[in-house]
């Protein structure tokens, strides 16, 4: 039984046990409906509580039904039921309340959440948006701004924002169930109060009308987001009953829509990441203190991740000086953290407290993982894991963050090389949500999963990767910038390029990504390879002249594009300069159109997954499509290139 009514005097529990995370099925909403007859049925009920089994109140409706026949009782129909019960029903909400498991609680009559509670209508990431009248609901409770921004971002309110907007009347302080009990009794005898039935507070339309365009701006091609802050807007102009009826027919037309169906691939696919042939079953190490070992850029912000998440973090350093750069880099991050109101006082006070700083190597002993963000060099790196060896406990995990190089190597020189893992983490690392754990050629089954399970610790999304030359992301982004460059020398523009990739839903094209990450770096490694390249294959000297002219993107003011005036702006030498590359090539330019470009790159991309998932480095094109999402900007709503070419 999904549902059981428990009976504690006047008080019915409902209670949901729907494991994992208590989706609300078919099952669940019949028996929802069935016990909540009986608490109205019987007398000695005089008020409800709702509460869910096991790790979270009820996560959403149930993805798997998505794409069959709709089966009664719908969900918005138990929502009713809960919300019309004329004995008062309280929600007591644990772990996430997500979607349509946030619209369950707002059809009760009060909530009451434990402490470290979430709640979320994530329905727009999945394409759709919500469909048991969370539209209408929340900005009654709310207000229609407030409630704009949480059903179009998706994101997630902790209980304490929850308390604060009133979507809860009480934290629990002892147990949860008895707390939603003790509440439901001081509510018998009083009217219920219907969410429903509440006026939509006054607000401010010209405002609102503004907050929507920014929605619309900021979801670059993504409908869901913009229909979603569209039908709270509606709760402000129509009846309850008009606006979960739009509601209803925007979520049915939604459901079945090509980004609907894309992102629910994405959002498979993120599961299915974590299950990697050798390990089911395999306990990862514990991990509490980790070491950083250098503190530039990506150390930095791969030491304020790991802070973010709780655990201790010790940052080495070579000497002094650098060490105190990267004691006020990560100082710097917390600060902007703190003036965007991403985080307040105490939590950052809490969080930088979790951080020592040391120049000395030996500070690492007590780690039990030690990530290094060294130079990516190899001789560094091979000299630093061999002395690291010699002072990490045996068991202590080595990982790696190199871009390039090749970590079996690295791991020759480490004691115990079944124990050193890749962890590539990406730009800015407290930002980007991708980590490319690689599995070097011995390493250790648990290490793996180790490597894993502290990605899913740090709120990001790991993705194993074999061990090849760029691993599975900047490979294919090398494949992507080498098809980008053909078409350079063979008649577009970097701004056409860049324009049309934009038009497919990047958030920047790649020069001009190129622009801000640095010409400088690739050019290096260009000049590194440059001996070893096949002289046989295509070369483009483009970026090579750019860099020789001192055009190294935005820190020089200038490279594919100029930033005199500080914005953005075609530079005619620039265009000489192609120009004159592709006469050298003997090549006459042509035009190129935003589909033939976005083509010749999605063809490009296809080519180098497939080669790679043949080779074995990666385990399914799904993997592929999370990488260029989550690492490269690829527009999630497409579902990922590998996914548009019907590759699994
Ligand atoms: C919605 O509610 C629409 C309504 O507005 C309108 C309806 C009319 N259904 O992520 P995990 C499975 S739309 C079915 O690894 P975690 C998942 O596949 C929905 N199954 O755990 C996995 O299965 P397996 C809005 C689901 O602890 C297992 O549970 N809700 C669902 O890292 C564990 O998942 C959402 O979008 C589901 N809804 O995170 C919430 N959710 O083990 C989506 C999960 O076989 N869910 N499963 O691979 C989440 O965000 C996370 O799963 C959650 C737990 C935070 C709950």
Not at 40 to 67: H, M, S, Y
Not at 468 to 481: L, P, V
Request: proline share 5%; hydrophobic share 45%.
């Amino acid at each position: 039984m999904s549902v059981t009514l428990i009976r504690d005097g006047s008080v019915g529990v409902i209670l949901i046990d729907n494991p994992p995370v208590n989706a609300a099925s078919h099952a669940v909403r019949t028996g929802l409906m069935e016990a909540l007859a009986e608490a109205n049925d019987d007398p000695d009920v005089q008020a409800i509580v709702l509460a869910c089994a096991g790790r979270t109140f009820v996560a959403g409706a149930d993805v798997k039904e998505f794409g069959q026949p709709p089966r009664a009782p719908l969900l918005p129909e138990v929502v009713n039921a809960i919300e019309a019960s004329p004995k008062p029903v309280v929600a007591a909400v644990h772990g996430t309340a997500l979607g349509g498991g946030f619209e369950l609680a707002l059809g009760a009559h009060a909530r009451i959440a434990s402490a470290d509670a979430q709640f979320g209508l994530p329905e727009v990431k999945l394409g759709i948006i919500p469909g048991a009248g969370g539209t209408q609901r929340l900005p009654r409770l709310i207000g229609v701004p407030a409630a704009m921004e949480i059903a179009a971002s998706g994101r997630r309110l902790s209980a304490a924002e929850a308390v604060k907007l009133a979507v809860v009347e009480r934290i629990a302080t002892g147990d949860l169930v008895d707390d939603a009990k003790t509440l439901a009794r001081e509510l018998i005898g009083q009217p219920v109060r219907r969410t429903g039935e509440l006026a939509v507070p006054a607000f401010d339309v010209d405002a609102a009308d503004k907050q929507l365009a920014a929605i619309e701006k900021k979801a670059r091609g993504q409908v869901s987001p913009g229909r979603a802050a569209r039908m709270v807007l509606r709760a402000g102009s129509t009846s309850l009953q008009e606006g979960l009826a739009e509601e209803r027919a925007a979520f049915r037309e939604l459901v079945s829509s090509e980004q609907s169906v894309a992102l629910r691939h994405v959002f498979a696919a993120e599961r299915q990441a974590a299950k990697v042939p050798g390990i089911e079953g395999v306990e990862p190490r514990p991990v509490r203190i980790v070491g950083v070992v250098g503190a530039g850029l990506m150390g930095a912000g791969i030491a304020v991740s790991f802070a973010d998440t709780g655990f201790s973090v010790v940052v080495v350093e070579r000497d002094m000086a650098a060490l105190e750069a990267g004691q006020a880099r990560i100082r710097d991050i917390y600060q902007r953290m703190l003036k965007s109101g991403r985080i307040g006082e105490a939590a950052m006070t809490e969080r930088l407290s979790r951080l020592s700083y040391f120049d000395e190597r030996k500070a690492l002993a007590a780690c039990d993982l030690v990530i290094e963000a060294v130079f990516d060099d190899l001789q560094v790196k091979q000299e630093l894991f061999a002395s690291l060896s010699g002072i990490v406990r045996p068991d202590a995990i080595l990982a790696t963050n190199t871009s390039y190089l090749d970590p079996d190597v690295i791991a020759g020189v480490v004691t115990g090389p079944e124990r050193l893992i890749g962890l590539h983490f990406f730009s800015p690392a407290n930002v980007m949500r991708l980590v490319e754990v690689v599995r070097t050629a011995k390493l250790a089954p648990d290490v793996l999963a180790t490597g894993l399970a502290v990605a899913k610790k740090l709120g990001k999304l790991g993705v194993v990767s074999g061990v090849c030359e760029g691993f599975i992301g900047n490979r294919i982004f090398t494949a992507y910038r080498r098809e980008c460059d053909f078409m350079l020398e063979d008649g577009a523009l970097p701004q056409d390029i860049d324009a049309a990739l934009e038009g497919y839903g990047f958030p920047m094209g790649p020069y001009a990504v190129n622009d801000m990450a640095g010409l400088d770096i690739s050019w290096a490694r260009r000049k590194r390879n440059a001996a070893t390249r096949d002289p046989s294959e295509r070369y483009v000297v483009i970026a090579d002249r750019l860099c020789e002219a001192g055009r190294f993107g935005r820190k020089t003011g200038k490279g594919y594009y100029t930033y005199e005036s500080g914005e953005k702006a075609v530079d005619p030498k620039v265009t000489a300069l192609i120009e004159a590359a592709s006469r050298e090539a003997g090549i006459e330019r042509r035009s190129f159109s935003a589909s033939e470009i976005v083509e010749r790159v999605m063809t490009g991309i296809v080519a180098e997954g497939r080669k790679i998932l043949a080779e074995g480095i990666v385990l399914r094109g799904s993997d592929i499509d999370l990488v260029l999402i989550n690492g490269y900007g690829y527009p999630a709503w497409r579902g990922g290139p590998m996914f548009q070419a019907g590759v699994e």
